[in-house]
């Protein structure tokens, strides 16, 4: 489209306004256009169309079924099937989408005392009631399943290897936006800057230059910045930016390829990636940041990391930074878990955001719940009422346990 027509279009009324191009904001946009044929115009912003900064680009692309609250394993499961049917679901007319490359080498997370051992029962508790099959270890089981690991400190692990594993976070997002323009939804690079309200109801957003654009909904999509949306109108929404730095590097004596991701009592992470491993530490302490600051925390590798790393296995004592970056989760700072649906402050105004780490994995079930509450005034085909942005209000917590 030039430039010309697409600044005519714009001064058109849209149906729905996704603001936030991202991989949640493209998947609203595909359910809701692909899947559930909506009629009205869906126009989506994105302030930064090579997505260089966005935190789908700088995920470490997980997706695990090793959640502690149900929702979340329903979300990570129809995530799941989406991905390994990514190429005939998300055909468009020049044919298969990417294959996202699932590698499902699995997850193990380990515990160091009894009660982080109590954790992880508790969490396969959860886990097998909704059809996980998660194993439990004890400390000689995990160190003849791992032998590259030191297991003397441990008391439990909980491991599982099928459907779970990482994916291709790009292929994801080209896929779910390829498929959403060909039924009809617009991708316009626009940034955001204000929503205008009248009566308690949404009724525009207005862009940097001070266009407005009529709308009936808005979903707020923003990841990070998702605040400052609700912010516009008055409102509350406990999301903030959360740095995270992951390091690449190269072991002298590296566990197998198919080693799973794994996570120490430490709250450090390392997985394989191509011929080395990537990996981070948990920040402490772990301030909001501002929303462009992306610089990398290169204390966390040498003290931190490493060291955990090293303790962890003989084959991590040796160690090769070949490089790193930050990104950023939309840390919901009161329970770590998303926030779907209306905000109960403002009429026509809909969350998705808050995921603490986890919203790449859940992206396509929140798209499609999203999509399905703006066609049928609720849910589906999955009960995202856990989720529901209207806890902010009731200050009903729905904490999601196992972040990492």
């Not at 903030?240 to 991701?261: E, I, Q, W, Y």
């Not at 989760?329 to 649906?341: C, S």
Request: aromatic content about 8%; some cysteine.
């Amino acid at each position: 489209m030039s430039g010309g027509a697409a600044a005519r279009g714009a001064a058109a009324a849209a149906d729905v306004v996704v603001i936030g191009g991202g991989v949640i904001g493209a998947a609203v946009a595909c359910w809701l256009k692909a899947f559930e044929g909506f009629a009205g115009r869906v126009l989506v912003l994105e302030r930064d169309p090579t997505h260089a900064r966005a935190s789908t680009a700088l995920s470490a692309s997980g997706i695990r079924l090793q959640f502690t609250t149900p929702v979340n394993i329903a979300l990570s499961r129809f995530g799941l099937e989406v991905i390994r049917d990514f190429p005939e679901l998300m055909a468009t007319s020049c044919g298969p989408a990417p294959d996202l490359a699932l590698k499902e080498n699995g997850y193990l997370f380990l515990a160091g005392s009894e009660t982080a051992a109590a954790g992880l029962r508790a969490a396969a508790e959860v886990q097998r009631a909704e059809g996980v099959p998660t194993e439990l270890l004890a400390p000689d089981e995990i160190a003849a399943r791992f032998p590259w690991l030191r297991t003397a400190d441990l008391t439990l692990g909980s491991f599982l290897r099928e459907g779970q594993g990482w994916f291709d976070n790009m292929g994801l997002l080209r896929g779910l936006r390829e498929k959403a323009r060909e039924a009809g939804a617009e991708f316009r690079h626009a940034e955001a800057a204000a929503l205008r309200i009248k009566s308690g109801r949404v009724t525009a957003v207005t862009l940097a230059g001070g266009e407005a654009i009529p709308c009936g909904l808005v979903v707020d999509a923003a990841g990070p910045r998702a605040a400052e949306v609700c912010g516009w109108a008055g409102l509350p929404l406990p999301v903030r930016p959360r740095k995270r730095t992951v390091f690449a590097f190269d072991a002298a004596d590296p566990p197998p390829p198919d080693a799973p991701l794994t996570i120490d009592p430490t709250g450090c992470w390392c997985r394989p990636e191509g011929s080395g491993f990537i990996g981070a530490a948990p920040p402490d302490p772990d301030p909001d940041v501002a929303p462009d600051d992306f610089e990398p925390r290169h204390e966390e590798w040498e003290g931190a990391l490493w060291p955990a790393l090293a303790a962890r296995s003989p084959g991590f004592e040796a160690l090769k930074l070949r490089g790193f970056w930050a990104g950023h989760y939309e840390w919901n700072t009161d329970d770590q878990n998303g926030l779907v649906g209306p905000h109960p402050g403002c009429e026509g105004l809909l969350i998705a955001a808050g995921f603490s780490g986890h919203g790449l994995q859940h992206a396509v079930g929140v798209g499609r719940g999203i999509a399905e509450w703006i066609m049928h005034g609720g849910w589906r085909s999955l009960d995202l009422s856990p989720l529901a942005a209207s806890r902010i209000e009731r200050g009903a917590a729905a904490p999601e346990a196992a972040v990492i």
